[in-house]
């Protein structure tokens, strides 16, 4: 797909000196009426900014010309209102629910071009979209001709996730026991069924098993079933949920926290591929794929005796792990934006989008609940939001998003400083040493020192320290 930024002014009156304003941009301009032929004349492969001077108004052929033409997917709009133009219900819906950005008239130069930049963004962070096969969504969609609906399946763009994508359809092509390792909310759950949609087993069950919530007395019973009258107020007898996976897969989610009574029952399953229910007397053949995942640190909890370690190589001949959501890079936005198209309903007014401070709090914020986090407070964002824009206050991330501006020079001028100060950190304040490694002059670090503020004293310490 190309690139090219192209903008179309979509006008019934004349092109306005703000159009030629617009042309001095670094962007394509072209002025239009909204036509049938109109949407013949957008090339589906370039992204087009398209601006609705929506002030000379429109006839009602060009109002649904107008509405096709928005809602492609290549397609990013900036309405143009005058007073009181909201009031009229179809302008208020093509401006309101097909535009990304609203300005209105006069508007200045400067607030068009940060509005046409916006829009660009949003398309090109769609562009990257990419579901589990690793298509992308907006060119699937510009491909097929139509939306793409992302519900329910994986979204990641950066190399982590891709690579994940990759694991998992290797994964898919065998039998072998996965484990799936991963903070709480990075999609365990959603990787393991992922992984049995693209298996030959796709069509048979998929069975989730929490070892962590089922109490320990139960879980015997829970995974392997019983007889009646195994135990008193065994009735009838009842299909585990190893059995119950006959044919597909079994997620044993919350692997770490089996207890270790139950562990050796597991061993033994694995070992035999054969199962006998509590109380009877008959063993089982059992085929199914067995996929575990755990947040927690095995490695620790085989070194103190809590997890058997022969069941843990049992269970991790191909091991997969999940990437925390801070280390997603600009996934973290994409999958805000993924959550606000997907939830957007959820509120009586209309959220456009996320306002700056918003994005910094997103990309500033640890995420220790991971995407399960992101999703929830998304959900909460769009409910609570008053504003079309999503704010860091709706997110309940305030305090993460510095509104605070840094100019090019304090930014050099940080870096600077804390380049200096391990170079004299390393060397333990020796000048010379230090200057070699940032090879600089030591009369120009000593200059640097100066200006800074700083002595090269203060990292003496450490070497008597020593
Ligand atoms: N890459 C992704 N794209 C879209 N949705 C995702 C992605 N990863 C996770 N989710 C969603 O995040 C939520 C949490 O995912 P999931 O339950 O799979 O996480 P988990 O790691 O198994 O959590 P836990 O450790 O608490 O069991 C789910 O709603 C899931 O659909």
């Given at each position: 797909?190309?690139?090219?930024?192209?903008?179309?002014?979509?006008?019934?009156?004349?092109s306005?000196?703000?159009?030629?304003?617009?042309?001095?941009?670094?962007?394509?301009i072209?002025?239009?009426?909204?036509?049938?032929?109109?949407?013949?004349t957008?090339?589906?492969?370039?992204?087009?900014?398209?601006?609705?001077?929506?002030?000379?108004g429109?006839?009602?052929?060009?109002h649904a010309?107008?509405?096709?033409?928005?809602?492609?997917p290549?397609?990013?709009?900036?309405?143009?209102?005058?007073?009181?133009?909201l009031?009229?219900?179809?302008?208020?819906?093509?401006a309101?629910?097909?535009?990304?950005d609203?300005?209105?008239?006069?508007?200045s130069?400067?607030?068009?071009?940060?509005?046409?930049?916006?829009?660009?963004?949003?398309?090109?962070?769609?562009?990257?979209?990419?579901?589990?096969?690793?298509?992308?969504?907006?060119?699937?969609g510009?491909?097929?001709?139509?939306?793409?609906?992302?519900?329910?399946s994986?979204?990641g763009?950066?190399?982590?996730?891709?690579?994940?994508?990759r694991s998992?359809?290797?994964?898919?092509?065998?039998?072998?026991?996965?484990?799936?390792?991963g903070?709480?909310?990075?999609?365990?759950?959603?990787?393991?069924?992922?992984?049995?949609?693209?298996?030959?087993r796709?069509d048979?069950?998929?069975?989730?098993?929490?070892?962590?919530?089922?109490?320990?007395?139960?879980l015997?019973?829970?995974?392997?079933?019983?007889?009646r009258?195994?135990?008193?107020?065994?009735?009838?007898?009842?299909?585990?949920?190893?059995?119950?996976?006959?044919?597909?897969?079994?997620f044993?989610?919350?692997?770490?926290?089996?207890?270790?009574?139950?562990?050796a029952?597991?061993l033994r399953?694995?070992?035999e591929?054969k199962?006998?229910?509590?109380?009877?007397?008959?063993l089982?053949d059992?085929?199914?794929?067995?996929?575990a995942?755990?947040?927690?640190?095995?490695p620790a909890?085989?070194?103190s005796?809590?997890?058997?370690a022969?069941?843990?190589?049992?269970?991790?001949?191909?091991?997969?792990?999940e990437?925390?959501?801070r280390?997603?890079?600009?996934?973290?936005?994409?999958?805000?934006r993924?959550?606000?198209?997907?939830?957007?309903?959820?509120?009586?007014?209309?959220?456009?989008?996320?306002?700056?401070?918003?994005?910094a709090?997103?990309?500033?914020y640890?995420?220790?609940?991971?995407?399960?986090?992101?999703?929830?407070?998304?959900?909460?964002?769009?409910v609570?939001?008053?504003?079309?824009?999503?704010?860091a206050?709706?997110?309940?991330?305030?305090?993460?998003?510095?509104?605070?501006?840094?100019?090019?020079?304090?930014?050099?001028?940080?870096?600077?400083?804390?380049?200096?100060?391990?170079?004299?950190?390393?060397?333990?304040?020796?000048?010379?040493?230090?200057?070699i490694d940032?090879?600089?002059?030591?009369?120009?670090?000593?200059?640097?020192?100066?200006?800074r503020?700083m002595s090269?004293?203060?990292?003496?310490?450490?070497?008597?320290a020593?």
């Amino acid at each position: 797909m190309q690139t090219t930024r192209h903008t179309l002014v979509l006008t019934a009156g004349q092109s306005s000196g703000w159009v030629r304003d617009l042309g001095c941009q670094a962007w394509s301009i072209a002025t239009a009426l909204p036509t049938h032929e109109l949407r013949r004349t957008l090339d589906a492969n370039v992204l087009t900014c398209v601006v609705v001077d929506f002030t000379h108004g429109f006839n009602s052929d060009a109002h649904a010309a107008l509405e096709r033409l928005l809602a492609l997917p290549n397609v990013g709009a900036v309405g143009l209102v005058a007073a009181g133009q909201l009031e009229d219900p179809l302008v208020r819906h093509l401006a309101v629910d097909h535009c990304l950005d609203v300005l209105s008239t006069p508007a200045s130069p400067a607030q068009l071009t940060l509005s046409i930049a916006y829009a660009f963004d949003m398309l090109e962070s769609r562009m990257h979209e990419r579901d589990i096969d690793g298509n992308l969504l907006l060119r699937a969609g510009l491909k097929g001709g139509h939306q793409v609906h992302a519900e329910g399946s994986m979204i990641g763009s950066c190399e982590a996730m891709v690579a994940l994508f990759r694991s998992i359809r290797k994964v898919a092509r065998t039998d072998a026991p996965v484990f799936i390792s991963g903070e709480s909310g990075t999609g365990k759950e959603l990787t393991a069924h992922e992984i049995h949609e693209r298996s030959a087993r796709r069509d048979r069950p998929f069975v989730v098993i929490n070892c962590g919530a089922i109490p320990p007395h139960l879980l015997q019973s829970e995974l392997f079933g019983y007889e009646r009258g195994a135990f008193t107020g065994a009735n009838q007898r009842k299909i585990g949920r190893v059995e119950a996976a006959t044919g597909g897969t079994l997620f044993l989610d919350e692997i770490g926290d089996l207890p270790f009574e139950s562990q050796a029952s597991l061993l033994r399953f694995l070992q035999e591929k054969k199962l006998e229910r509590i109380g009877g007397n008959q063993l089982h053949d059992i085929d199914v794929r067995i996929i575990a995942a755990t947040h927690i640190d095995m490695p620790a909890a085989i070194e103190s005796g809590r997890f058997r370690a022969d069941l843990f190589h049992r269970l991790c001949v191909l091991r997969i792990d999940e990437p925390p959501l801070r280390a997603r890079g600009t996934d973290i936005e994409l999958l805000a934006r993924r959550m606000l198209d997907r939830y957007r309903s959820d509120s009586q007014r209309t959220v456009r989008g996320f306002a700056p401070d918003a994005i910094a709090a997103l990309y500033t914020y640890p995420w220790p609940g991971n995407v399960r986090e992101l999703i929830n407070r998304v959900r909460r964002a769009i409910v609570m939001s008053e504003r079309p824009f999503i704010t860091a206050d709706d997110l309940d991330l305030g305090d993460y998003a510095d509104r605070s501006t840094v100019s090019l020079a304090e930014a050099r001028e940080e870096a600077d400083r804390d380049v200096i100060q391990m170079a004299l950190l390393r060397n333990r304040g020796s000048l010379s040493k230090a200057a070699i490694d940032l090879r600089i002059s030591r009369v120009t670090l000593t200059r640097l020192l100066r200006a800074r503020g700083m002595s090269a004293a203060n990292f003496r310490s450490s070497r008597s320290a020593r």
